[in-house]
């Protein structure tokens, strides 16, 4: 089981990001679980989003103690990080985010994600970025399934993102910071 915290500013994508891992959970038969929460300012406000992949019957939705955390703004970051499972990983946007962690007991990475989707062309897919860092790293998914998991959810009405959320997984992917 894995236990997954998206959170950031209401506008960066952070639902759309726990949904795409767990879409992509229930595509490889596991057990999944995904509950959205964020404050009545919705864009500019926080939102943060439990996602849980099993191989097991799940017994809550909720997330209190992550076993990875991805922290898009510094409040995200200051909230959540204490809360990190021993042995979990923090995953930081340190282009919204200077703060760093001074705990030993956890695996923290700092990725620019922001600034790479700018300097990109993709701005507002920092999220996707993430996802993209996310698999490089772990086993839960094989990125080409991911990949196409990710693009099958996409709605007509934005078949233009299509390429550019393409294009962000695969820079966060091959991300060497």
């Known amino acids: ?3 997954i915290l998206l959170s950031g500013f209401g506008g960066q994508g952070i639902l759309f990001a ?19 929460s964020y404050g009545p300012e919705m864009r500019g406000g926080t939102a943060n989003c439990s996602v849980i992949i099993s191989d097991d019957p799940i017994g809550s939705p909720l997330v209190n103690t992550p076993d990875l955390l991805v922290a898009m703004n510094l409040p995200s970051f200051e909230k959540f990080e204490p809360r990190i499972a021993k042995g979990g990983t923090l995953l930081c946007d340190s282009s919204l985010v200077s703060a760093k962690s001074t705990r030993t007991d956890i695996d923290c990475r700092y990725i620019p994600a922001t600034a790479l989707a ?3 062309g ?5 999220n ?5 860092y996310f698999l ?10 991911f990949l196409d998991a990710m693009c099958a959810k996409i709605p007509a009405s ?11 997984l695969k820079l966060g992917y091959e991300y060497k910071g």
């Open 1 to 3: 089981m894995v236990s």
């Open 18 to 36: 726990g949904k795409q891992l767990a879409n992509a959970g229930m595509l490889a038969g596991k057990e999944v679980t995904w509950l959205p």
């Open 118 to 120: 700018d300097e990109h």
């Open 122 to 126: 993709l701005r507002g897919m920092a």
């Open 128 to 132: 996707v970025i993430m996802l993209g």
């Open 136 to 145: 490089s790293f772990n086993n839960l998914f094989d990125f080409d399934f």
């Open 158 to 168: 934005k078949a233009a993102l299509i390429e550019a959320n393409k294009k962000a």
